[in-house]
């Protein structure tokens, strides 16, 4: 249940789902025959991210489904590291929608849920009508200049010192979105963001998720991301769309291009000039106008 001091930010209660023998909490809105848009976050987050796109998504007519990956949110949070590979992360999210059995369905992805949600799709296709992809990637060869920095992205990967930065300050899921926001956290905002992460140890994805980004071949997660990339043509009749953040020093509009050039096809959508990384919070509203626009000419149109 929602706590009540949350329910005027976040009016949704989640349910609960079992995947691959864990708990995935999840928002499961509007009518269940209507199409449904899953939407996934990233790093360090969860569904709260996408409260507001979530109403005029319903507005428009949508079902919307948001999950909260095994790790983060109100989901199981394993200790053991070994449950949060990239592969992981996708199998989660297949089992989920086979769970709900979802078809016709649209998948919007940032951050994590880029690859994880396209990992997803790859395994689904005959179930997904469409694709949107938002400041995020889905390749091995682009390292954008965040990601080689020392400070502070491969210092988080260092064995002792990314566990103090990440698990005992906290560096990511209680300051991070604060300190990107664009447009400025309200303490209830930064409240809602934190409070899934105060229990001792609830940071292992949090941790686990910078070390499985692939930055040379060997890496952790490169030969998941790599399967995932040559997969890629598979989906030349899905119709996808890009919407970018020009504003984000994570993923820049370099990998909104490399996308591009590996899907030719997509739609270079309307970029969102102000936003950081986590657009969904910065300009949330004006992205839904985009999302629906294209939906409703895909996947709200394949019914």
Known sequence: MTPEWLRELYPWDQQVAVVNGRRMAYLDEGDRAAPPVVLLHGNPNWSFLYRFMIPPLLEAGYRVIAPDWIGAGNSDKPALDAAYTLAHHVADLVALIDTLELDGMAIVGQDWGGPQGT??????????????LMNTWVFTDVCGEFHASPLPWTTWHAPLVGQVFLKRFKMLSHRGLTAVSARGLSDAEARAYQHVYDEPGS???????????????????WTDMKRIQNRLPLLADTPVQLLWAPDDGVFPVAYRDRIHELLPHAEIGKEFPGAHHFLQDDRGADIAVELIDFLDRTAGASR
Do not use: C, H, Q, Y
């Open 203 to 221: 940071e292992s994805v949090t941790l686990t998720w910078p070390r499985t980004i692939p930055l040379t071949e060997g890496d952790r997660g």
């Open 119 to 132: 990992g997803a799709a790859l395994e689904r296709l005959d179930r997904v009508a469409a694709l949107t």
